[in-house]
T-cell receptor
Framework: GAVVSQHPSWVICKSGTSVKIECRSL??????MFWYRQFPKQSLMLMAT?????????EQGVEKDKFLINHASLTLSTLTVTSAHPEDSSFYIC???????????FGPGTRLTVT | TQLLEQSPQFLSIQEGENLTVYCNSS?????LQWYRQEPGEGPVLLVT?????EVKKLKRLTFQFGDARKDSSLHITAAQPGDTGLYLC??????????FGDGTTLTVKP
């Protein structure tokens, strides 16, 4: 149980284009999902907290107009990187949390490369 | 800002050796999780500790939560190459976001 999927697993795009990443909880309903960014051999950097039916809460320094988050249902959250630039290249990981519990269940991650 | 200091940052050992990873904070957490992540994949939950002083065992892995619920440790006995990965601790507060440690990159050489 508590499986989270992410799509795509990797994507290469040209500078200036937008990329959408999907995060789905497959066997449970997630009222809260989190989006992280991770650099090689480093820990997770929280970008935003996504709550179903409400606006996402962004961490300090994360541009909300550049990283658009939509949590349209209890099983789906999306992250859209708008006007991507090479510095946006990274490993993006989502997680989902069951209501009332502290544990997070992570997706397999999406490797974004912007050329 | 709640900080969770994790040490050591890097650890390279031979197969069969024992090791301990520490996670320390000045803040009290409602629970603490340990995750293991392999390259190119998402973190996988290993354990949750909730009660101060709690000890949980998962095969060769022993997890302990400090009495004051501010710190935790992960001890691996007789490490194997399959234990190689990035170990992350995360402190949780009820209804809030988790605070992650900086991670410990463990390499177990055969």
């Amino acid at each position: 149980g508590a499986v989270v999927s992410q799509h795509p697993s990797w994507v290469i795009c040209k500078s200036g284009t937008s990329v959408k990443i999907e995060c789905r909880s497959l066997d449970f309903q997630a009222t809260t999902m989190f989006w992280y960014r991770q650099f090689p051999k480093q820990s997770l950097m929280l970008m935003a907290t996504s709550n179903e039916g409400s606006k996402a809460t962004y961490e300090q320094g994360v541009e909300k107009d550049k990283f658009l988050i939509n949590h349209a249902s209890l099983t789906l959250s999306t992250l859209t990187v708008t006007s991507a630039h090479p510095e946006d290249s990274s490993f993006y990981i989502c997680s989902a949390r069951l209501q009332g519990l502290d544990e997070q269940y992570f997706g397999p991650g999406t490797r974004l490369t912007v050329t | 800002t709640q900080l969770l200091e994790q040490s050591p940052q890097f650890l390279s050992i031979q197969e069969g050796e024992n090791l301990t990873v520490y996670c320390n904070s000045s803040s009290v957490f409602s629970s603490l999780q340990w995750y293991r992540q392999e390259p190119g994949e998402g973190p996988v939950l290993l354990v949750t500790v909730v009660t101060g002083g709690e000890v949980k065992k998962l095969k060769r892995l022993t997890f302990q939560f400090g009495d004051a619920r501010k710190d935790s440790s992960l001890h691996i006995t007789a490490a194997q190459p399959g234990d190689t990965g990035l170990y992350l601790c995360a402190g949780a507060r009820i209804g809030g976001k988790s605070t992650f440690g900086d991670g410990t990159t463990l390499t177990v050489k055969p």
